[in-house]
């Protein structure tokens, strides 16, 4: 960029840092974590897009230089959107990266907030905040001894953080099982980094890939078995979890993020703490304590 480009998109940024920092401060930031967006909002530019597939688009957004996002695992950030519509958004950059980080944001027809930003131009400020309700479960998941994750769409952005961090830290040595739902296999987002992460993992993470529209379906042409990830159909149901992930026990421990209809099905409301009987993951013989609801 030109110099004085740079200097525009980053005065949001440049003005904060200086009202933190002078001597009579306007106002005392608050913070939920250590990440190091405040507890209200925040604007930060738009600094580069890149389309994913058909319907999926990744966003990185600028701090200042050097800085990192560090926010902890697990844990998502808030952004808003007009109307004040207010979404939940979990990065898929982890805390190495400086200067920026990295939302993947799937569009829906009529989503207030992913249209906003895919129509929004570089340069364009988008305002973020982070509470202490996005503070999810927390790394190291201490007692836990397997992992499993259960996702569906853009609900692969927490357990891609969590993986990140599970399988990228020294001396972490634990198992971890990923079933990954979509409607088709050109809707899997993030599909060459799980690949990439299974290849590098010494046989650590096991990832099964679930397509289709309805629980019954036939397998598409080619969709078959790979050196990394094993291919199968219909949803993601108590028959695959209990085939694929580790049995309940208080050293298990099972994530969970999709639509609020594949949390109803799998463990009830995604703000309710309680595991209804009714659940699969209930019938699988999971408590409350063995589930986190991304």
């Given at each position: 960029w030109g110099s004085c480009k740079f200097v525009k998109m980053f005065r949001p940024l440049l003005n904060?840092?200086?009202?933190?920092?002078a001597a009579s401060v306007e106002y005392a930031p608050e913070y939920a974590s250590s990440c190091y967006?405040?507890?209200s909002w925040l604007q930060l530019p738009l600094l580069q897009r890149q389309e994913v597939n058909h319907d999926s688009t990744r966003y990185s957004f600028g701090l200042p230089p050097e800085q990192s996002l560090q926010l902890p695992v697990c844990a998502c950030i808030l952004l808003r959107g007009p109307g004040d519509v207010v979404r939940p958004y979990t990065p898929v950059s982890d805390n190495s990266m400086l200067g920026r980080f990295d939302l993947l944001v799937k569009?829906?027809?009529?989503?207030i907030v992913s249209q906003y930003?895919?129509?929004?131009?570089?340069?364009?400020?988008?305002?973020f905040k982070h509470i202490k309700f996005n503070v999810k479960e927390q790394y190291p998941f201490a007692g836990r001894q397997n992992v499993s994750m259960l996702c569906a769409g853009s609900g692969i952005t927490p357990?891609?953080?969590a993986l990140l961090k599970l399988l990228g830290t020294p001396g972490d040595k634990?198992?971890?099982?990923?079933?990954v739902g979509n409607k088709s296999a050109k809707d899997i987002l993030l599909k060459d980094e799980l690949d990439s992460l299974v290849a590098t993992s010494a046989g650590r993470l096991k990832l099964v890939h679930v397509i289709g529209n309805e629980p019954n379906v036939t397998a598409p042409a080619g969709w078959v078995d790979t050196s990394t990830?094993?291919?199968?159909?219909?949803?993601?149901d108590q028959v695959k979890i209990a085939k694929y992930?580790?049995?309940p026990s208080d050293n298990t421990l099972v994530f969970v993020c999709g639509l609020p209809g594949m949390y109803e099905t799998l463990c009830g409301p995604r703000t309710d703490n309680l595991l209804p009987e009714e659940s699969i993951l209930a019938r699988l013989g999971y408590t409350a304590s063995m589930v986190a609801k991304m």
């Open positions: 904060i840092k200086r009202m933190c920092s967006l405040p507890t569009r829906y027809k009529g989503g930003l895919h129509a929004l131009p570089l340069g364009a400020t988008v305002q357990m891609y953080q634990r198992l971890v099982t990923l079933l990830f094993t291919a199968e159909t219909g949803w993601i992930c580790a049995p």
